[in-house]
Nanobody, 122 residues
Framework: QVQLVESGGGSVQAGGSLRLSCSAS????????MGWFRQAPGKEREFVSA????????GYADSVKGRFTISRDNAKNTVYLQMNSLKPEDTAVYYC???????????????WGQGTQVTVSP
């Protein structure tokens, strides 16, 4: 029933910025946590950030703190990830996710988007 659709990926040079969006359809997510994971070639899926739609409380991986900002629009069931000061090591497929509770483990989430490619060149 729930579908997550990401957009906003692309290719940028190091130091540049991108803004990812993820919209959920099928139901409202007022009580859900939504967030982002990423997966680089040959790497495991890695937690990036998450936000509670009910409280607005956010969490970030240490690797992106100070550079990435997550936000949400409750009315639109949409979560955003503003990525600044991008580094080549940020290159990955970024996946939007949603679940009932906040966790850094990807297995704890219920729904996933198709992924959007972010490529940061040196």
């Amino acid at each position: 029933q729930v579908q997550l659709v990401e957009s906003g990926g692309g290719s940028v040079q190091a130091g540049g910025s991108l803004r990812l969006s993820c919209s959920a359809s099928g139901r409202t997510f007022g009580s859900y946590v939504m967030g982002w994971f990423r997966q680089a070639p040959g790497k495991e899926r890695e937690f990036v950030s998450a936000i509670s739609f009910s409280t607005g409380i956010t969490g970030y991986a240490d690797s992106v703190k100070g550079r990435f900002t997550i936000s949400r629009d409750n009315a639109k069931n949409t979560v955003y990830l503003q990525m600044n000061s991008l580094k080549p090591e940020d290159t990955a497929v970024y996946y939007c996710t949603a679940g009932a509770t906040a966790t850094t483990d990807y297995s704890g989430y219920d729904y996933w988007g198709q992924g959007t490619q972010v490529t940061v060149s040196p």
